[in-house]
């Protein structure tokens, strides 16, 4: 059973910078791409960034692209979100998801995730 846990949100001010993590359990995390989506209050869900299996490509959406930085650590099981140069538009609350239905995927297209975690909330102030 595929099992993600993000961690690290919180208030931040304007400018900031906070670390997302999602420890995942469950399946084979080193073969599986990995993506960050958050949604904001009144908003669909926005796919923002995406990791290979093997770390190698990365996808940004416009929106984060240049401020947050998508890693992972296949020896625990990890992903991280960098996310620098915070703004007020970045609230939300932010979910971790596994692409496990495509073995070695690129992770780039969003609606293929399937597997999510519950979401930890990013709040920036102004």
């Known amino acids: 059973q595929v099992q993600l846990v993000e961690s690290g949100g919180g208030l931040v001010q304007t400018g900031g910078s906070l670390r997302l993590s999602c420890a995942a359990s469950?399946?084979?995390?080193?073969?599986?791409?990995m993506g960050w989506f958050r949604q904001a209050p009144g908003k669909e869900r926005e796919f923002i960034a995406a990791?290979?299996?093997?770390?190698?490509?990365?996808y940004y959406a416009d929106s984060v692209k240049g401020r947050f930085t998508i890693s992972r650590d296949n020896a625990k099981n990890t992903v991280y979100l960098q996310m620098n140069s915070l703004k007020p538009e970045d609230t939300a609350i932010y979910y971790c998801?596994?692409?496990?239905?495509?073995?070695?995927?690129?992770?780039?297209?969003?609606?293929?995730?399937?597997?999510w975690g519950r979401g930890t909330q990013v709040t920036v102030s102004s």
């Open positions: 469950g399946f084979a995390f080193g073969s599986y791409a």
């Open positions: 998801a596994a692409d496990v239905r495509n073995l070695y995927g690129l992770g780039y297209r969003g609606y293929e995730y399937d597997s």
């Open positions: 990791i290979s299996w093997s770390g190698n490509n990365t």
